[in-house]
């Protein structure tokens, strides 16, 4: 049984179960404090019964808030993770459903958005299943060495604010990394 509670700078010092597997992005420590001074809302960790960290969503919200023509305003997920040990067990999901709620209720987003790297089938399945499409392709954005980098799929979700989904139509045409309006 996990609890979902918010996280805090401390828990940084104890978190290394779930981040040192190859799924999972690791991220400078101030990457983290950015977004738990300025998202806090959206920086939840999962643990169990005796405060084994299980996982840990991180997330933040987008846009032009009072643009409703251009429809940007959105929660973002930066990263969900949950420890090998942990998995298959419906935590992600239960990660997702809480970030989703915040965007909904908090923030009145049009959207929940996210990047995936095509390769990471388990991850881009689990998504579909969450009612994520692929609304577009970003060209290189991963960058994985000298001469080497990864594609990203850009995955949405409408959120009820976006009554006729306009949202998440699917673009044909790939973008390169400095098209994206958010990063």
């Known amino acids: 049984m ?12 104890k978190y290394n179960n779930i981040n040192l597997d190859l799924l999972t992005e ?4 101030s990457f983290y404090g950015t977004y738990l001074s300025k998202w806090p ?19 933040k919200v987008e846009g032009d808030k009072e643009n409703d023509i251009k429809k940007d305003w959105h929660g973002h997920v930066s990263a969900v993770t949950v420890a090998p040990q942990f998995r298959r067990q419906g935590l992600a999901r239960a990660l997702m459903d809480y970030l989703e709620e915040v965007t ?6 049009f959207f929940v958005d996210l990047f995936v790297r095509p390769s990471n089938e388990v991850a881009i399945n689990m998504y579909k299943n969450l009612g994520y499409i692929v609304y577009r392709t970003v060209l290189g954005y991963y ?10 799929y850009d995955m949405r979700k409408a959120m009820p604010r976006d009554k006729d989904k306009v949202t998440v139509v699917p673009l044909e045409k790939p973008i390169q990394p400095h098209e994206l309006e958010f990063h």
């Open 2 to 13: 996990a609890t979902i509670r918010p996280m805090n700078m401390f828990d940084l010092l």
């Open 26 to 29: 690791t991220f400078y420590t």
């Open 41 to 59: 809302e959206y920086c939840v960790l999962a643990e169990n019964s005796i405060s084994m960290f299980q996982g840990y969503l991180l997330g």
């Open 104 to 109: 909904v209720k908090r923030h009145n987003g």
């Open 143 to 152: 960058s994985g060495g000298v001469d080497s980098s990864e594609d990203a």
